[in-house]
């Protein structure tokens, strides 16, 4: 059964850094696309960043410049660094794993999720 497993959210101030990272089981990240989502308070779960088999990326408008994906197949561990916090980026971020597609972020391409890691970030 495949899990995934994020750790490293938390609360911080505003210009704040974290780093998350999300841990996957029976499931091998070396030739999937994987992302991360965010999902505010009473709003939708969006596309943050993506990352395919090659290492390519894609980053949403909001993020980029301030957030890094990266992965490290041999752990099968994913990694969302986050600097610059901003009130803005205060959600509930779950990593997604999927097959070739998926750098669009369109979470139709993702068929594995893990259950979430809080941000809060204070101004």
């Known amino acids: 059964q495949v899990q995934l497993v994020e750790s490293g959210g938390g609360s911080v101030q505003a210009g704040g850094f974290l780093r998350l990272s999300c841990a996957a089981s029976e499931f091998t990240y070396s030739s999937a696309c994987l992302a991360w989502f965010r999902q505010a308070p009473g709003k939708e779960r969006v596309g943050v960043a993506a990352i395919d088999s090659a290492g390519s990326t894609t980053y949403a408008d909001s993020v980029k410049g301030r957030f890094t994906i990266s992965k490290d197949d041999a752990k099968n561990t994913l990694y969302l660094q986050m600097a610059n916090l901003k009130p803005e980026d205060t959600g509930m971020y779950y990593c997604?794993?999927?097959?070739?597609?998926?750098?669009?972020?369109?979470?139709?391409?993702?068929?594995?999720w893990g259950q979430g890691t809080q941000v809060t970030v204070s101004s």
């Open positions: 997604a794993a999927g097959g070739e597609y998926g750098m669009d972020h369109d979470p139709i391409y993702f068929d594995y």
